[in-house]
């Protein structure tokens, strides 16, 4: 008998992303053995109920509900899974915490700075229970392995940084209206999309922010309605968002979130310059990262010096069982099963996460201040008086 204790887990949100998250806690324990508890998936709620139903069939679910309040009630669900639009964050983390539940919510924490200042004080009011916002691209080998580097200081004193995250998919001026293009959903378009990602691991490589500049630009103001042939909605989120930064450290550079990038498929880009070394990444080659040392000798006829790619591939650190092996390329879902298992690791050995609710609002300040900058035309300082 095993004497590992048991996580219930409630999914809030069977969607694209509540599946992605049902599927990184099935797979857990094949990339990290011995896993620090038994996981075993109770209730799933979604809307239509069809998709929770789904989930039980799919996932092995015990129950499905149209109402997430059905999965909060349950003393055997120890874990909700927040994977709804956004509008929906705030009253489901703060409930599921005054319930005693652990929670994991997807990015960005919330709507507006004010809903994110609510839900981290409800957060501090309660430390035995862990709160952790899925900023998965943390646990990207390469990232990792950059995170050490800029640590060790590989790259000196940083100059600057060029950061994109493109999608293509608002290219299409006919594409219907869907949740993350209307505000009243969303809270915000690529921006908190796409630039949330970004900006984490901006903040996670580099440090805090300073200051930003920012330019939001919507090119398709309005769309069809899906099943309504000959009717179109309004658009109030941006396609495009371009903000130049500072960071404390003096650093400065850029950050592109576009749903316009035609071409792109879902790519995000990070060049990092310091006085002693570049750092270069493109998540479209995910097993690389790619360096340049200044220290190498830059003669005869170059030397030695140039860009060297580090086969990161799926060498990750213990206690990962590096299956299915650390030479298989890696993909995307494996970040989120990073993501899963510290997650897990957290609430077990009740350890605060690097990426607790404090760590989504100081992405929530920088999203609040790139839009005060866009309408307001001007720099905005870090940190936002909300």
């Avoid at 378009?189 to 330019?215: E, M, N, P, Q, W």
């Avoid at 979130?257 to 310091?274: L, M």
Wanted: proline content about 5%; aromatic content about 10%; overall charge negative.
């Amino acid at each position: 008998m095993s004497d590992k204790r048991t996580l219930g887990i409630g999914m809030v949100g069977y969607g694209f992303i509540g599946k992605v998250h049902t599927l990184s806690y099935l797979n857990l324990s094949y990339y990290y053995n011995p896993m620090p508890a038994k996981l075993k998936m109770i209730g799933v709620a979604s809307v239509p109920k069809k998709e929770a139903e789904e989930g039980v069939e799919q996932a092995g679910f015990e129950f499905a509900t149209d109402n997430w309040k059905d999965l909060i009630a349950r003393d055997d669900i120890d874990i909700i899974e927040v994977c709804t639009p956004n509008y929906l964050h705030k009253e489901i983390i703060i409930e599921a915490l005054k319930a005693g539940k652990h929670v994991n919510c997807e990015k960005p924490l919330a709507m507006n700075l004010d809903e994110a200042k609510e839900i981290t004080k409800v957060a501090d009011s309660h430390p035995e229970l862990i709160s952790q916002v899925t900023f998965e691209y943390r646990y990207q080998p390469a990232m990792m392995r950059a995170k050490r580097l800029i640590e060790e200081g590989f790259l000196g004193r940083v100059y600057s940084a060029r950061i994109a995250y493109l999608h293509s998919g608002n290219s299409d001026p006919n594409r219907p209206l869907y949740w993350k293009i209307q505000k009243k959903f969303c809270g915000g378009g690529a921006l908190y999309d796409l630039s949330s990602h970004v900006i984490d691991l901006t903040r996670f490589l580099l440090g805090d922010f300073k200051r930003v500049f920012s330019k939001l630009e919507i090119f398709t103001k309005e769309r069809p309605i899906a099943g309504k042939p000959g009717q179109f909605g309004k658009v109030d989120v941006e396609d495009l968002a371009l903000t130049v930064f500072e960071l404390e450290n003096g650093a400065i550079g850029t950050i592109e979130g576009s749903k316009v990038a035609t071409g792109a498929n879902d790519e995000y880009r990070i060049e990092i310059h310091g006085d002693k070394g570049a750092i270069r990444f493109n998540s479209m080659q995910p097993n690389f990262l790619e360096v340049y040392d200044t220290r190498d000798a830059g003669e005869p006829i170059g030397g030695r010096r140039g860009f060297t790619a580090i086969e990161t591939v799926q060498r990750y650190p213990k206690p990962a069982t590096q299956f299915p092996g650390p030479k298989f390329s890696i993909g995307w879902m494996r970040y989120h099963s990073g993501n899963a298992m510290d997650f897990v690791t957290n609430i077990v050995e009740h350890k605060r996460p690097e990426a607790d609710m404090h760590a989504g609002y100081k992405i929530q300040e920088v999203l609040e201040a790139a839009q005060i900058s866009d309408k307001e035309k001007r720099w905005v300082d870090l940190p936002v008086e909300n």
